[in-house]
């Protein structure tokens, strides 16, 4: 590191440390404490529940209320994470779960669910709402949208770049905050169905077993480990990242110890102050980081070598660990020492205290910061009959401040000579006056004016919480059956395309409406194709949008418009935020659907959506009690689901071809083998960049079609992996199941998915 003069070390301590904050992870309340005295701004920590942590230490009621009191005396802040999704029947948990916060001054919420997200606005007002990295937020398009709705700040994936993220910020005008160390998914946040498929514990509620840390074989290659990221650390980046205008620096890790979040945050406070401060004297360029503070970072807690993320970098085999998921050691004499100077002795607020004793007159104590004032006035001061009080003693008892969250610098005395005063009386002033001073603190005018708005609980979801929703508990029962289920079908090729208006043709299968990926539409016979279905029969025919919209977001609606008002097609099913809202953007006259990845895990997230959209495909992860619920409260005319295809499990900027030899830049599949021999198709989806990693075996609900036993309006066939052949058949058997026909499917292998077991 070169030589920094003896001057700017000074500057570095007088460094203006407000310009962007500094957010610490904290999974208990050590770990609170720690990343404060680290030199954190502020804190997110997750409760008793709906945090993505589910196996975090977590705090109590009373923690999160105190930690409130802690943060806030040091004029630091504190987020919650509520970013889990929230089913129909929790809503009334989730309101008297976050009334307690919010009254102590919770500054706050970091939230994944939409319908959560507008419950906490209209319930909570004046509650911070920050959208969740879970949301996968990608582009100016979907923080607009949020922000409209009532965001505050965004957390985009993670796996944008440094120009993408300043142009969602110029363009969007809110703040923006992103990580920049800890452990990173392989898969963007918050499209992840990997852990809930394979084993029933969900991601999106803070249960994930990390499959992407086994190991699997890529191909016929051998044993690694390519879907393992490496952590993230971007101190050698701190520079770029200040200067694009980033509000909060965010590291990760709500699972790690105590002394992960109070060691990464004193690094990074470090390198943060040197730069305000090299800036202010203009020398950026002498900006530099020592090797021995990249050893620690090394040794606390980081998995293999580093990588910077995808602030400069789309993907690539070095961002992959490979050969070990597994942490480093860490470094215990490291440990020990961020301990004693972090954790063991908590920061506390230095404040100097000034008394008034004068005999026959109130005692007075005031109680600074230097910025901010107050006193406090005791009881009526004695002459002394005995013995005098000495300035001695009153200095010794009020600079005993064990308890609280002060230090007293120093004590100024002014008192009478031979006056008396019970030593209990001068603690009971002591008190009185750094609780006054405490309060400054705690609670402006704002926070004392918080008080819930009343929820009602009326509805059927509700009243099913209040009774413990015991429909849910029970057995699998019985639903009422709908008649006249249309069948609508998703291409992913143009084989299945031909097999479909084969099938058609020869009225062996029926398809009321076809879906067709975006990408197809760069073969001009593929929209031949379109008429030709239209004429065996078929119905609408709809664009499917590509999973993940970035920087040709605008370019791809461009596209869609055109093919829409050329005739070519009716509408579109959309599967991302950005998307969604770059339509609305560009006034799309077509027909919106919006896929299940756009989760609508309960009324209100469907009643969102259904102000941008006509329909929407009912969620994977929900079991068949709760998708019936689901339809009932949120009055769904027209219930919409997938019944046969492969589950997207994962979605990754990765690229598998790359991490295993070289791209092709080819479209198309490579396998994915488990140590169970379980193969898993990976498309490589070349035109926007991502992977998509699918389910072994193909979901199949064909028992509902059978027996009658749940309201499917529309059932959708998801087409990915099969030949044109087994297109045709598929297609005519659901549509004999449509038509009365009780037959058993020609296939062997398949899942019900979560129909039956559902997820906690």
């Known amino acids: 590191m070169k030589e920094v003069p003896q001057a700017l070390q000074i500057r570095i301590i007088e460094a203006a440390m407000n310009q962007t904050e500094l957010l610490a992870p904290a999974g208990n309340y050590e770990a609170l404490t720690g990343a404060l005295s680290a030199g954190a701004d502020a804190i997110y920590l997750g409760g008793s529940a709906f945090g993505a942590r589910a196996y975090a230490d977590n705090f109590s009621q009373e923690e999160i209320c105190e930690g409130i009191r802690y943060a806030h005396t040091l004029q630091k802040k504190i987020y919650l994470t509520v970013n889990t999704l929230v089913k129909e029947w929790e809503f ?17 919420v970091i939230v994944q669910d939409l319908g959560a997200f507008l419950f906490i606005r209209d319930h909570f007002p004046g509650l911070s709402l920050h959208v969740s990295t879970q949301m996968t937020i990608t582009g100016p398009f979907g923080a607009k949208l949020l922000k409209s709705l009532g965001a505050s700040r965004i957390v985009p994936a993670r796996e944008l770049s440094l120009r993408e993220i300043i142009t969602m910020k110029r363009t969007a005008d809110i703040e923006v905050e992103t990580f920049i160390h800890g452990a990173m998914c392989y898969c963007y946040s918050g499209q992840c169905l990997f852990s809930s498929i394979l084993g029933g514990r969900s991601g999106n509620r803070g249960r994930c077993a990390q499959p992407c840390r ?73 900006y530099a980081v020592s090797a021995e503070d990249i050893q620690k970072l090394k040794s606390l807690y980081l998995r293999s070598n580093l990588s910077e993320g995808y602030y400069e970098k789309h993907n690539g085999r070095d961002m992959i660990t490979i050969s070990s998921p597994s942490y480093n050691g860490a470094d215990e004499s490291l440990l020990q020492a961020v301990r004693k100077q972090y954790i063991e002795k908590p920061v506390r607020k230095e404040v100097s205290l000034s008394a008034v004793f004068h005999a026959g007159e109130q005692a007075v104590l005031t109680v ?59 603690n009971q002033l002591r008190r009185d006056a750094l609780k006054a001073f405490e309060s400054l603190f705690l609670w402006d005018d704002a926070v004392k004016e918080r008080h819930p708005l009343p929820f009602e609980v009326d509805s059927l979801s509700d009243r099913a919480a209040v009774q413990k929703v015991q429909s849910v508990r029970k057995e699998q029962e019985a639903l009422p059956s709908l008649k006249g289920t249309q069948l609508h079908v998703l291409v992913t090729q143009k084989e299945q395309l031909q097999a479909v208006c084969h099938t058609c043709l020869e009225k062996r299968g029926e398809a009321a409406r076809l879906y067709v990926e975006l990408a197809l539409t760069k073969d001009p016979s593929v929209t031949e194709l379109f008429s030709l279905y239209r004429q065996a029969g078929g119905g609408e025919v709809y664009l499917a949008l590509p999973y993940v919209s970035r920087q040709t977001c605008d370019s791809e609606c461009r596209q869609l418009i055109e093919l829409t008002t050329q005739g070519f097609i009716d509408g579109c099913l959309v599967r991302n935020m950005e998307m969604l ?28 959506l259904q102000k941008y959209a006509e329909e929407s495909y009912l969620p994977i992860e929900l079991n068949g009690k709760e998708l019936y619920t689901l339809i009932q409260n949120a009055d769904i005319r027209r219930p919409s689901l997938q019944i046969y295809g492969r589950f997207p499990m994962m979605v990754s900027a990765g690229c598998l071809q790359k991490t295993s030899g070289k791209c092709t830049h080819v479209p198309g599949y490579l396998t994915l083998t488990d140590r169970y021999r379980k193969t898993f198709p990976v498309y490589h989806e070349c035109s926007s960049c991502y992977n998509i990693l699918y389910n072994s075996v193909p979901l ?19 087409f990915t992996t099969e030949t044109a052949g087994e297109t045709e058949k598929v297609l005519s058997y659901f549509t004999a199941l449509v038509r009365g026909e009780k037959r058993q499917p020609f296939y062997q292998d398949f899942t019900t998915g979560h129909y039956k077991r559902g997820v906690e």
């Open 368 to 426: 600074t910061d230097g910025i901010t004032t107050t006193a406090a006035k005791g009881d009526i001061v004695d002459k002394a009959k005995n013995r005098p009080l000495s300035e001695e003693q009153v200095v010794e008892q009020l600079r005993k401040c064990g308890g609280t969250f002060f230090t007293v610098a120093d004590v100024q005395i002014t008192m009478d000579p031979d006056i008396f005063m019970p030593v209990s009386r001068l």
């Open 581 to 608: 809202s770059c339509l609305l953007e560009m006034n799309y006259t077509g027909h919106i659907v919006t896929d299940s990845g756009l989760y609508v895990w309960n009324s209100r997230s469907f009643a969102v």
């Open 700 to 718: 199949s609900l064909h028992t509902l079609l059978m027996n009658r036993t749940f309201p499917v309006s529309v059932g959708r066939l998801d």
């Open 92 to 108: 009334p948990a989730l309101y008297q779960f976050l009334i307690p916060f919010y009254e102590a001054g919770l500054d706050a």
């Open 214 to 286: 086994l190991p699997y074989h890529v191909e016929d290659g051998r044993e690694e480990y390519p879907l393992s990221m490496k952590d993230m650390c971007t101190i050698h980046l701190i520079p770029k990242l200040m200067d694009a205008g980033i509000d909060s620096f965010k590291i990760e890790g709500r699972m790690k110890k105590p002394e992960y979040a109070a060691g990464v945050t004193a690094i990074y406070r470090k390198y943060m102050n040197l730069y305000t401060a090299l800036k202010q004297e203009g020398k950026e360029a002498l």
